[in-house]
């Protein structure tokens, strides 16, 4: 078989450049997580296929990498079904790991426990401009914490790291499943039209309101049902405080109290930071996966499509494990899209500049070799970043390829003499 230089389809090669962006960003990362309390952890790519599939990952599950069974447990010719075939799969992302986790080590873990993790997840996606098969994603969870002081620790978090990043004027927008469940019941919807509901809902920012409503009527929802709950949203529009609205409005058929616990989150961020981006309530927010349970934010920036971080509050899956609910909420940043959104601004890593190259003439006699090397451990145990390389016929051409990476002083070394 002819071998083939190209990564498998909807995978890439990462080049030097865009590798210094990304090992700045997963510093960053690191440092302001920890510095909220948050401890790093590491799950295994690959999970048992019945966690994968359990009805809690959404459309995702429609994309898993299904593995194989080994040995003597593969056998080909008595297998019937998938289930004789497969046992494991790809993580398409890392909440469900993490809930497995903690199902597993809560006895050796505070609670609450403030967990972060950073690694490669694959999706058998469709590969597109963005989106890759397999990408890296970064979350931060807090379980066993009920109380509002989760997400906003969580917002605070993920708010100081874009910040650090260099983004401003970014806008978090937030909502609560409990709200969006209470709008559908007061207009008339059945419970099994939520999730269809929510599909067409989602699309609002992209089709409008009336666009909203032609689909909904598309679907054969009742029109009365669609007419009392476009009002809402039309209400929602024309009023200054909408958590006040939907916590008047919907009193009677509203579980627990989301609209307060929205109103406590933004008054104590609010109050907490001098913010350089906006914090807005959105009715309209929806968030694809369904295991979500109440609070749900993201976070776009302005000028790119789509969002760079969203989560959410999801108290049901690590009860699935343990068979106890225990509370957990998470924020998860798009990895992937800010690293893409740095190079097309051409972001340079603080640190990437100021590093040196010596360039070796060929055939150098091993005594002044190592007379160069060791002037080149001695500038390296003093902190400076030295490359030491054989010198090209096309100096010229080798500085400048050297200077995209971010050498801005070269030392060229001669057989017989130094010149510097």
């Avoid at 509901?197 to 009742?222: A, H, T």
């Avoid at 616990?261 to 609010?270: D, E, K, M, S, T």
């Avoid at 295991?291 to 690590?318: K, L, N, W």
Wanted: hydrophobic share 35%; proline share 3%.
């Amino acid at each position: 078989m002819a071998m083939t230089k190209k990564p498998v389809t909807g995978m890439k090669d990462i080049l030097p450049a865009e590798m210094q962006i990304r090992d700045y960003v997963i510093g960053q990362i690191k440092d302001t997580y920890r510095g909220f309390g948050f401890t790093q952890i590491e799950t295994p790519c690959v999970e048992s296929i019945g966690n994968l599939s359990s009805k809690q990952g959404g459309e995702n599950e429609k994309l898993i990498f299904k593995i194989l069974k080994r040995g003597e447990k593969l056998n080909l010719e008595t297998a019937q079904n998938e289930a004789d075939l497969v046992d494991g799969g790809l993580r398409y992302d890392l909440t469900v790991p993490l809930s497995r986790f903690y199902a597993n080590h809560a006895a050796e873990l505070p609670k609450p426990f403030k967990a972060l993790q950073i690694g490669p997840v694959w999706r058998a996606d469709r590969p597109q401009k963005g989106r890759f098969r397999q990408f890296y994603q970064c979350d931060i969870d807090i379980l066993g914490d009920t109380t509002n002081l989760a997400e906003i620790e969580l917002i605070l978090a993920t708010t100081t790291l874009l910040g650090k990043i260099g983004f401003s004027g970014f806008t978090v927008r937030v909502n609560d499943r409990r709200i969006l469940k209470a709008m559908a019941k007061y207009s008339g919807f059945t419970e099994e039209q939520y999730d269809e509901v929510f599909i067409i809902l989602d699309k609002m920012d992209k089709i409008g309101l009336e666009g909203v409503e032609e689909e909904m009527k598309k679907y054969g929802f009742p029109e009365e049902s669609v007419k009392t709950y476009l009002e809402m949203f039309q209400d929602l529009q024309n009023t200054e405080d909408g958590l006040g609205y939907v916590g008047e409005k919907l009193k009677e058929v509203m579980e627990g109290n989301a609209p307060e616990n929205l109103q406590q989150i933004f008054g104590a961020v609010q109050s907490t930071t001098e913010s350089s981006f906006h914090l807005v309530f959105d009715p309209t927010l929806v968030r694809g996966m369904s295991y979500y349970t109440g609070t749900i934010f993201e976070i776009g920036v302005d000028g790119f499509p789509g969002s760079v971080a969203g989560g959410g509050r999801y108290d049901g899956m690590v009860g699935r494990f343990t068979g106890q609910e225990t509370s957990a909420c998470g924020f998860s940043i798009g990895f992937e899209r800010i690293v893409t959104i740095l190079l097309e601004e051409g972001f340079q890593a603080p640190g990437g500049s100021g590093r040196k190259a010596y360039l070796l003439e060929k055939n150098m006699g091993a005594e002044r070799m190592g007379q160069i090397l060791k002037e080149a451990m001695a500038e390296r145990a003093a902190g400076v970043q030295v490359l030491v390389t054989v010198m090209n016929k096309n100096k010229k051409f080798q500085k400048e390829q050297l200077e995209k990476e971010g050498y801005t002083e070269f030392r060229e070394f001669y057989r017989e003499e130094l010149k510097r």
